[in-house]
T-cell receptor, first 112, second 117 residues
Framework: GEDVEQSLFLSVREGDSSVINCTYT??????LYWYKQEPGAGLQLLTY?????DMKQDQRLTVLLNKKDKHLSLRIADTQTGDSAIYFC????????????FGTGTRLKVLA | GAVVSQHPSWVICKSGTSVKIECRSL??????MFWYRQFPKQSLMLMAT?????????EQGVEKDKFLINHASLTLSTLTVTSAHPEDSSFYIC?????????????FGAGTRLSVL
């Protein structure tokens, strides 16, 4: 079945790196995404990776994809207090409408 | 680019009334729009998918007569919560996607908080 799991909570000190993990079960996903949600707001696309890639770097963000283990991670370098938010991973399923399956969300708290 | 506007951001209504939420893609053509519901401290739950000019596809357990979705143009979709009750109070978020773009990226609105008294 379709299931995307994330750890619920992560706390890091300002300046450290954050690593948010995600595991998924549907191997037919084409793209995987990371979104950020601040309190009371919608979702902001951070980055995405094609399922045939294993790494993508975009400024402070590094995405790693292990397709064999169905594991996706997001590393945020030099984490800042403004990075405090909920982070969702999502996979795009080629089901006709290419709907997303969202992860459970990880609440990142950055301590000054 | 890829801006999605959702309106209103907050609405309070009396039980039994209907509420309409608008979702607009401002700078691209949205061939597909999605409507989600989010409960506090939870992930997003897909309610329905709509393609421009055709009927929406509802997820299992979502009442189509309760949540009316219209996607009449490539830039506008609306969700109407009919005869709203307190249990419909929630955070509703829309997203829009251009199917011509291969990456299937969904761009999200800022959400609408609905409070039914």
């Amino acid at each position: 079945g379709e299931d995307v799991e994330q750890s619920l909570f992560l706390s890091v000190r300002e300046g450290d790196s954050s690593v948010i993990n995600c595991t998924y079960t549907d191997s037919s996903s084409t793209y995987l995404y990371w979104y950020k949600q601040e309190p009371g707001a919608g979702l902001q696309l951070l980055t995405y990776i094609f399922s045939n890639m294993d790494m993508k770097q975009d400024q402070r963000l590094t995405v790693l994809l292990n397709k064999k283990d169905k594991h996706l991670s997001l590393r945020i370098a030099d984490t800042q207090t403004g990075d405090s938010a909920i982070y969702f991973c999502a996979e795009s399923i080629p089901s006709g409408t290419y709907k997303y399956i969202f992860g459970t969300g990880t609440r990142l708290k950055v301590l000054a | 680019g890829a801006v999605v506007s959702q309106h209103p951001s907050w609405v309070i209504c009396k039980s039994g009334t209907s509420v309409k939420i608008e979702c607009r893609s401002l700078d691209f053509q949205a061939t597909t729009m999605f409507w989600y519901r989010q409960f506090p401290k939870q992930s997003l739950m897909l309610m329905a998918t709509s393609n421009e000019g055709s009927k929406a596809t509802y997820e299992q357990g979502v009442e189509k007569d309760k949540f009316l979705i219209n996607h009449a143009s490539l830039t506008l979709s609306t969700l109407t919560v009919t005869s709203a009750h307190p249990e419909d109070s929630s955070f509703y978020i829309c997203s829009a996607s251009n199917r011509d773009e291969a990456k299937n990226i969904q761009y999200f609105g800022a959400g609408t908080r609905l409070s039914v008294l």
